[in-house]
């Protein structure tokens, strides 16, 4: 196990479901206040750190994020575990099984990316969209894009209420050093997978910078990535969602994850 330093952190348990659940978006905490609604059936629902009522940690990142969630895994004491992401968090929970493998049974990816490109130039450009905007426009920005057309206006704004709340500076810090753990990590963490993977897509960017929904048949960068690291691992589209799919299509995403999860529980048997 890893050394690490010991953070203070919210985390929910919940008798019923299927797999133990950890990593929301950036800016939003505990997936979104969903597990509490029963949308997604829950084991764990954690709020990293600098999120929800999770303390900032000392170290803003990626890698510290998934080092709360390995955290969470081991005081828990989960032996089979199945670690969900969305969108940020599918780099959360990559980094929380490389940190801690053990008891780890799979991974499942809810709407992941993978950005490209030159490192230097990525994190310059995303440090120049935080300069050019400001933290609170840009926030306001990209959670925009991630609604369809015709999506709940008012679930649009709490959600983008409640990610503006984060601490500016936190939002910041972790914007930047997602951008670069994309360009110097991301590839070569994902060739360390060794456990089964779920990759469920319900959107991507298109060549003018546009969040579009999936349709069959199409792929993504991040679902070509993982296809082509990740040994044991299947695709699934989900279609009629936006970015947060597992509040617009909450009963297709728990049925994927939970049909996994027995999978990896009947491989073992």
Same mark, same amino acid.
């Given at each position: %196990?890893?050394?690490?330093?010991? @953070? ?17 978006? +950036?800016?939003? !905490? ?7 609604? $029963?949308?997604? /059936? ?7 750190? $600098? ?19 390995? @955290? ?16 940020? $968090?599918? *780099? ?26 030159? !490192? ?25 894009? %991630? ?32 951008? *670069? +753990? ?40 991040? %679902? ?7 040994? /044991?691992?299947?695709? @699934? ?16 995403? /728990? ?7 027995? *999978?990896?529980? %009947?491989?073992?048997?």
């Amino acid at each position: %196990m890893t050394h690490r330093e010991k @953070q203070h952190l919210s985390r929910r348990a919940f008798v019923a479901g299927t797999a133990f659940a950890v990593a929301g978006g +950036w800016a939003l !905490p505990a997936a979104h206040g969903q597990a509490a609604k $029963g949308n997604i /059936n829950f084991r764990v629902a954690l709020d990293l750190p $600098g999120h929800g009522a999770s303390a900032k940690p000392g170290t803003v990142s990626i890698a510290a994020l998934g080092s709360a969630v390995a @955290q969470v895994k081991e005081e828990v004491g989960a032996r089979s575990a199945v670690l969900i992401g969305h969108s940020m $968090g599918c *780099r959360v929970i990559v980094e929380a099984l490389l940190q801690s493998p053990s008891g780890v049974a799979g991974l499942a990816f809810v709407d992941g990316s993978i950005l490209g490109g030159d !490192p230097e130039t990525g994190v310059q450009r995303a440090k120049d969209a935080i300069s050019k905007a400001g933290i609170d426009p840009l926030t306001q920005r990209l959670f925009n894009d %991630m609604f369809l057309e015709g999506s709940d206006p008012k679930l649009r704004e709490r959600l983008v209420a409640r990610a503006q709340a984060v601490d500016p500076s936190f939002r910041e810090e972790l914007f930047v050093d997602l951008v *670069r +753990w994309d360009l110097t990590k991301a590839r070569d963490a994902l060739k360390q997978i060794k456990v089964p993977a779920l990759v469920l897509q319900s959107t991507f960017i298109n060549s003018e910078f546009k969040r579009v929904p999936m349709q069959p048949g199409m792929t993504t960068p991040f %679902m070509d990535a993982v296809a082509a690291s990740v040994s /044991n691992s299947e695709a @699934q589209i989900v279609t009629g969602s936006g970015h947060f799919a597992m509040i617009d299509a909450a009963p297709a995403i /728990n049925d994927a994850i939970g049909k996994f999860a027995t *999978r990896l529980t %009947m491989s073992k048997t």
